[in-house]
């Protein structure tokens, strides 16, 4: 009889373990592949990876290999900064291959071989929220951060609570199609750095997203103000917040 309710008892435990695994979102990971390509060749590289890059990424978006992609040429230039890229997300490494397989077809690239840098990335995607999606001459924006030693999950439910909030009113009022948080998966980066990155239809929703923070702030007692921003003081790198802008020139999400 013990055995029988015993044995009961650990098949109950196995099962509610085995419905909570089921229930945790899947691993997705974003691949980006950046270059600095010389000014007098700029327009025309944008052009070739329009021509090249993106119809083999729509089409494996198509097969439901990729999630989403995207496509940019950067809008507020840096010295040393890149100047192109794309980004795919993929839900498992072998899909990230098989991607990165079907790339490696593509014909050489003499404009490719003009760049003075070229990096790649891969990130896991901590969350994401979109909806589906196709467009062009949309705006990709990034805002990168570098957190204290063992303050993620602080940083985590900082950005839940004062900000998460306002990107989910964005994406259901249409000023943005997506945007997601992500980490260093294969660290190239100190391991550190958190992403916030989104994309908006045009500047107009751009402009929309930066009043709604505006306005927030000043209805803001100061005291909030104050308590938030020391909040934050307190789990970040001091001055280490980097932004990034560019034209996604297309891109498209399931």
């Known amino acids: 009889m013990k055995k029988v309710f015993f044995s009961t008892i650990l098949l109950a435990v196995l099962l509610a373990i085995s419905a909570d695994c ?6 997705t ?15 025309a590289y944008a052009a070739e990876l329009e021509k090249s890059v993106r119809p083999v990424l729509q089409n494996m978006m198509r097969d439901g290999t990729v999630f989403d992609f995207g496509v940019y040429t950067t809008i507020v230039k840096e010295d040393e900064g890149i100047t192109h890229g794309y980004w795919f997300e993929i839900p498992t490494l072998p899909a990230m291959g098989k991607v990165l397989n079907e790339l ?64 989910d009113q964005f994406l259901a009022d249409g000023l943005i199609t997506s945007y997601e948080v992500d980490a260093g998966e294969i660290h190239t980066m100190d391991a550190n750095w958190v992403y916030l990155a989104y994309v908006a239809p045009n500047f107009e929703a751009l402009d929309k997203i930066d009043n709604a923070f505006r306005i927030r702030v000043e209805k803001r007692a100061a005291e909030e103000n104050q308590a938030i921003n020391s909040a934050l003081d307190a789990i970040v790198v001091a001055g280490s917040h980097r932004d990034y802008l560019a034209r996604a020139t297309s891109y498209a999400a399931k």
């Open 22 to 27: 089921q229930q945790l979102p899947p691993r």
């Open 29 to 43: 990971y974003r691949f980006v592949s950046e270059w600095k390509i010389p000014r007098q060749d700029s327009v």
């Open 104 to 167: 490696a077809k593509l014909p050489p690239s003499n404009l490719a071989s003009s760049a003075t840098k070229q990096h790649d990335y891969l990130f896991r995607i901590l969350l994401r929220n979109s909806r589906p999606n196709i467009g062009t001459n949309g705006i990709f924006c990034l805002n990168s951060t570098l957190l204290l030693p063992r303050r993620q999950a602080q940083w985590r439910e900082w950005w839940e609570k004062y900000q998460k909030p306002m990107y």
